[in-house]
């Protein structure tokens, strides 16, 4: 696990889902308040939410949902992001246990990968966790390993 220059007593472990909102806007989404929340706590997070969030931005800017400035301005905040995360790398270990996970779980691929990651960071990170995602399958199945900040729409609705 590579580490980054905040330091405090307890943070989040966050997906990709909930990391997209540090560096782009999201006008007029439900999680518009997600942003102040991770800003308040060092962050942990799979390396694979790299990826994941420069696929994700794309999309936006292809859905023209994000412009072109819109775009290399979140892809700047990505990179600050990346410099500032406690990341845990996807090494053959992580990727077994996360197979494991979907294997006995609903998750999608990824999800399994940021879940088997963050209990991995909560075994030997240098603070302690809660499991941030904006995804309600891995929202239920991550309340059944780790501590999860709570999503009031996903408590509210089956």
Not at 52 to 70: P, S
Request: hydrophobic share 45%.
């Amino acid at each position: 696990m590579s580490s980054s220059s905040k330091n405090g007593a307890s943070g989040f472990f966050a997906d990709t889902s909930a990391l997209l909102y540090l560096v782009a806007d999201h006008p007029g989404e439900p999680f518009a308040w997600v942003k102040e929340i991770l800003e308040s706590a060092p962050l942990a997070a799979c390396d694979l939410f790299y990826p994941e969030a420069i696929a994700a931005l794309r999309a936006r800017k292809d859905q023209q949902r994000l412009t072109q400035k819109g775009f290399l301005q979140a892809l700047r905040g990505l990179e600050d992001l990346w410099s500032s995360l406690y990341l845990v790398e996807s090494v053959p270990a992580l990727m077994r246990a996360a197979g494991l996970l979907a294997q006995r779980h609903p998750l999608k691929g990824a999800d399994a990968v940021h879940l088997a990651a963050a209990l991995a960071f909560a075994r030997r990170g240098p603070f302690p966790i809660r499991f941030f995602t904006l995804d309600r399958a891995q929202y239920r199945v991550a309340k059944g390993f780790l501590e999860v900040y709570p999503i009031p729409e996903f408590e509210e609705n089956p």
